[in-house]
């Protein structure tokens, strides 16, 4: 047996564990080790958080400045989510020929390029052309980074690695709203210009610091290089008896033979990524299919709540509410973003505590009351003449309690979930559609907001998204089930009996207490 070699340096005498076990200095390096690698990935997504801050407060002053219309300030923010489909299109298969790693980097040059292009933009046209290089870049980082951060991380504390992606956005976020208001007192054509340049910042550290990040193991054993996958699982595994069983479970899913234990081996081609979009979409498994949708959904109903159009239009709520001077809009912007910020931090140490579904259900059902009062809160200002102190409180409240509700389910949740349900060599192109349903939606909600405000009414528009994610809380009741502690290689035994997903969990805790049984 292939454990064999490994039982002299786990055992003092039969039966008996030794200290080296449950040696803490090693777990605890292993974590840091880990941490750093999810860090380092996860600041990807500094980029889309920062280009969402920004152009919260930017484009007040490019509409100002380039004499542009609400229509063009719509297509100026919704579309480099159109554009970043591109990116996640391609980021699939380029991660599957190049790695993680260099994809990571290759997000980072596309996005640093976009930002200058952006910052020099001297009028509309040209900016627009900056912001589609830039929505290239972020369409690889948004798809690539849960995928790197998922395979890397051991079970035991994935949850908190793989929300990391999240915190990043909302770090991003919580900085694109302090540029606004740092740099708003400088002349008019110069502010935003700043605004957007120093968006290149993040991918100069990104670009050096992944050079000391390993490479995905899970790619490595897709690629036929057990040895240097064995390297990196040593590395981010507690023990190296882990190490091993999550080495023997990726060959298993990746179709190499557990006794296989050579530095390099064949792979067929299959498992290089050849012919997965087959049995993704044409020819999938009900397992597999029912991932698929919820896989894609969760990223659908995570956008069509509305939560776009709270943190890139938040001056324009508050302006709604009654505030009316830009550095009082922009301060009550940066509240949001310090809010926002401060509660995915929370999330993420909750997310293995407490588990995907409680977080993800809570979430929602806290956003659903607080879309709810918002439309009620703006509806009353709406249809009073003068100031009415009460609704104008009650809508700033609400506005903090919506990205709050967000940020402690919802927003975690949806990129841990779905980049940990995928079986091995569907992970990349499965993730990339999640990525593009993401960024659909998001630019329809971006690229909508003003004219839908104007059409049934600002609070009338917050009444609409109370209601979709109404439909996304019944649909994640019913159809997600709870993935918390499950090995990513568990997934495909969990999924595929859609609603009645519990007959399943309950088959895979039957499964393990015999294992259990047979061990004692």
């Known amino acids: 047996m292939e454990m064999a070699d490994r039982k002299p340096q786990n055992t003092e005498a039969s039966g008996q564990k030794t200290i080296a076990d449950f040696d803490p200095p090693k777990a605890a390096k292993t974590k840091k080790f880990a941490i750093a690698c999810a860090t380092l990935a996860s600041m990807t997504s500094i980029l889309l958080g920062y280009d969402i801050g920004v152009m919260s407060g930017a484009s007040l002053f490019i509409k100002e400045n380039l004499k542009i219309t609400d229509v063009q300030v719509e297509v100026l923010n919704g579309t480099l989510n159109l554009y970043s489909l591109i990116g996640s299109a391609l980021a699939g298969r380029t991660s599957d020929w190049i790695g993680r790693r260099y994809t990571i980097v290759l997000s980072g040059a596309i996005f640093f390029a976009g930002a200058l292009l952006m910052g020099f933009a001297p009028n509309y046209a040209f900016l627009m052309f900056g912001r589609f290089i830039a929505g290239v870049g972020v369409g690889y980082a948004l798809m690539i980074a849960p995928v790197y951060t998922a395979e890397i991380s051991p079970a035991s504390f994935r949850g908190l690695l793989t929300s990391f992606p999240e915190v990043f956005v909302n770090v991003g976020i919580l900085l694109g709203y302090v540029s606004n208001y740092a740099l708003s007192k400088l002349p008019i054509h110069l502010n935003w210009r700043i605004m957007l340049g120093l968006g290149a910042v993040p991918s100069l550290f990104l670009a050096v610091g992944v050079l000391a990040m390993p490479e995905s193991p899970r790619w490595l054993v897709m690629q036929g290089r057990l040895g240097d996958a064995r390297k990196v699982l040593n590395k981010t595994s507690c023990t190296h008896e882990e190490a091993q069983l999550r080495l023997d479970e990726i060959k298993e899913a990746a179709g190499i033979p557990k006794e296989s234990n050579e530095d390099i081996v064949q792979v067929s081609k ?25 896989g894609v959904g969760i990223h659908f109903f995570q956008q069509i709540s509305g939560i776009d159009s709270v943190v890139l239009y938040s001056p324009r709520i508050f302006e709604k509410a009654g505030i009316t001077s830009y550095n009082d809009k922009l301060l009550a912007t940066v509240a949001v973003g310090v809010v926002k910020t401060i509660f995915i931090l929370v999330a993420t140490f909750m997310l293995d505590k407490f588990g995907r579904r409680p977080l993800l259900l809570t979430s929602v059902g806290g956003m659903i009351f607080s879309l709810t009062l918002l439309g009620v809160g703006l509806t009353v200002v709406d249809h009073s003449h003068g100031k009415v102190q009460w609704a104008v409180a009650l809508c700033i409240a609400m506005v903090m309690f919506n990205v709050a509700f967000f940020s402690i389910g919802l927003g975690p949740v949806t990129w841990v979930y779905s980049s940990e349900i995928y079986p091995l060599q569907l992970r ?54 709870e993935t918390q502690g499950r090995t990513l290689e568990d997934m495909e035994l969990l999924f595929g009996k859609y609603h009645k997903w519990r007959q399943a969990n309950a088959m895979l805790k039957k499964k393990e207490a015999a294992e259990k049984s047979q061990i004692a």
Not at 286 to 291: S, T
Not at 433 to 458: E, Q, W
Not at 463 to 479: C, D, E, N, V
Request: aromatic share 12%.
């Open 270 to 294: 299959k498992s290089k990524g050849e012919g997965v979009w087959k049995d993704l979409i044409v020819r999938p498994t009900p397992a597999v299919r029912h991932i698929l949708i919820v």
């Open 428 to 481: 990349a192109q499965g993730c990339a559609m999640g990525v593009a349903m993401n960024r659909v939606m998001s630019g329809v909600i971006s690229m909508t907001f003003i004219s839908l405000y104007k059409a049934i009414t600002i609070g009338g528009a917050f009444f609409l998204y109370a209601g979709t994610s109404s439909i996304a809380f019944i649909f994640f009741y019913t159809m997600l089930p």
